[in-house]
Every structure is written in C-alpha cells, then in structure tokens.
C-alpha cells in the first residue's frame, strides 16, 4: 500500500520487502515463544531457542521447509490453540492478547523483533520528512 501510494508512511516489522522502500529501524522488541496452554513447556519461567527446535512452527510470509504458513494473526492464534504448532511473537502480542488455550513463554536468546518506519524511496514530501524527523527523535530519547 505504500507502493501504490495508498498508504503515505507506516510502521512495519520484519519480514519486509524493502525494494522500493526507505526503512528506519526505531526499536527491538524481545520475543515470547506463543505455545498451547496445555503445552509440554507451557509452564516454564523461560525458554531457549534450542527449546523449540523439534517444534512445529508457524511462519507468515517465507516459510522454511518445515514451518506451516499462515496469513494473519487470528490464523495464528487458531493454529497454536488447535497445537499445529508454535511461534515467537513479540512481547507486545502477548500483553495485548490474551487467551484461555494460549500461553507466552519468554525467549531471551531469540533475535530481537524490529519495528521500522516504511515509506516509498523516490517520494520527497514534507509531511512525511517531518514524520520521520519526529519518530526518529522518539526512538532516539526511548533509546
């Protein structure tokens, strides 16, 4: 949508197609294993990576060999409460959505999620110059 001039700037998470875009990283975000709430690890403090190696995970948008791909985020919910399998999620999902048949885990060795600011390369706009000159001074002072 910021391609096709829809959408003049927006936040966005990786995975993203970059080509046509100028991104500016703001913040990482840690992630949180999403697992069923009567899952094996669904009880514990905190997890490593090496945890949920043998899981079956859940991927959007570029799925590995053994990941199960869905499209949005209600498919993610369905998907780990049926126990299809298992995703990391950024600490936000897992303070704004809660569920009886869903769980967070902590993952501290888990690659930080980032969020970036997204909007199209060739377009010179003052509005958009001044978003990006004012969330890049809010990333800046949270720091």
């Given at each position: 949508?910021?391609l096709?001039?829809?959408?003049?700037?927006?936040?966005?998470?990786?995975?993203?197609?970059d080509?046509?875009l100028?991104?500016?990283?703001?913040y990482g975000?840690?992630?949180v294993?999403?697992?069923?709430?009567?899952h094996?690890?669904?009880?514990?403090?905190?997890?490593?990576?090496?945890?949920?190696?043998?899981?079956?995970?859940?991927?959007?948008?570029?799925?590995?060999?053994?990941?199960?791909?869905?499209?949005?985020?209600?498919?993610k919910?369905?998907?780990?409460?049926?126990?299809?399998?298992?995703t990391?999620?950024?600490?936000?999902?897992?303070?704004?959505?809660?569920?009886?048949?869903?769980?967070?885990?902590?993952?501290?060795?888990?690659?930080?999620?980032?969020?970036?600011?997204?909007w199209?390369?060739?377009?010179?706009?003052?509005?958009?110059?001044?978003?990006?000159?004012?969330?890049?001074?809010?990333?800046?002072?949270?720091?």
């Amino acid at each position: 949508m910021i391609l096709d001039g829809t959408v003049d700037i927006a936040y966005v998470r990786r995975p993203v197609r970059d080509q046509g875009l100028r991104l500016l990283p703001l913040y990482g975000e840690a992630r949180v294993a999403m697992l069923p709430a009567d899952h094996r690890l669904a009880g514990k403090q905190e997890l490593c990576l090496a945890d949920l190696v043998d899981e079956p995970r859940l991927s959007y948008a570029h799925p590995g060999p053994d990941d199960l791909p869905i499209r949005t985020i209600e498919e993610k919910f369905e998907c780990v409460a049926s126990g299809a399998g298992i995703t990391l999620v950024p600490e936000s999902v897992a303070l704004q959505y809660s569920r009886p048949d869903i769980t967070y885990v902590p993952v501290p060795d888990a690659e930080p999620d980032e969020v970036l600011l997204a909007w199209e390369a060739r377009r010179r706009s003052p509005l958009i110059a001044g978003f990006v000159t004012a969330a890049r001074a809010q990333a800046e002072a949270a720091g």
